[in-house]
């Protein structure tokens, strides 16, 4: 009976080991930095980052429209460095901002996660159609003008997108 209980020891150890293992190479841990996601996501907030090995291809599937992602980007004069956002469109995707509304390739984006009080309804952007090998994000807070997505930075590369968030 020994010999059993030592094996189912050796066993559950090797389990706990390869699950720690996993965990440390697939998912992380991020600190949402300020309001620019609320009120989906608010300041100070944990979030889990599931991260692929084979960026963009992340863990749950390939990038999509609506998927909040966390991406690193460095800007001049600041001490963060690492980002969420939500992406709007894909390489190759037609993109504006008429109204406050998003438009992809001439139709309204159904942004149900917004609230009118994040809502920036004066704002417009001309149509780009986004490069290859980048994501149109944006910010759920479109009130501030600060926010770090693509209308202060342009089209994200691809390769800074590090993961998805799963709520």
Same mark, same amino acid.
């Given at each position: ?19 720690? $293992? ?22 100070? *907030?944990?979030?889990?980052?599931? /991260?692929?090995?084979?960026? +963009? *291809? #992340? #863990? !749950? ?14 800007? +001049?004069?600041?001490?963060?460095? !690492? ?6 469109? $894909? ?5 504006? &901002? ?5 438009? /992809? ?11 009118? %009080?994040?809502?920036?309804?004066? *704002?417009?952007?001309? %149509? ?8 149109? $994000? ?16 342009? +089209?994200? +590369?691809?390769?800074? &997108? ?6």
């Amino acid at each position: 009976m020994w010999v059993i209980e030592k094996y189912l020891k050796y066993l559950i150890g090797f389990a706990i080991l390869w699950g720690g $293992l996993f965990a440390y190479r697939s998912c992380g841990c991020a600190k949402v930095q300020g309001n620019f996601m609320s009120p989906s996501y608010i300041s100070d *907030q944990f979030v889990m980052v599931f /991260i692929g090995k084979n960026r +963009p *291809q #992340t #863990t !749950g599937g390939p990038v999509e429209i609506k998927d909040v992602v966390f991406y690193w980007y460095k800007v +001049p004069n600041s001490r963060e460095d !690492g980002y969420l956002a939500r992406v709007v469109g $894909l390489p190759g995707d037609r993109v504006a &901002v008429k109204n406050g509304d998003v438009q /992809i390739k001439g139709v309204n984006l159904p942004e149900e996660y917004l609230r009118p %009080e994040v809502m920036n309804r004066g *704002q417009n952007m001309p %149509e780009i159609v986004v490069p290859r090998d980048t994501y149109f $994000l944006l910010c759920d807070n479109r009130r501030d003008v600060l926010a770090p997505d693509s209308r202060r930075f342009g +089209p994200i +590369p691809v390769n800074a &997108v590090w993961g998805k968030i799963k709520k």
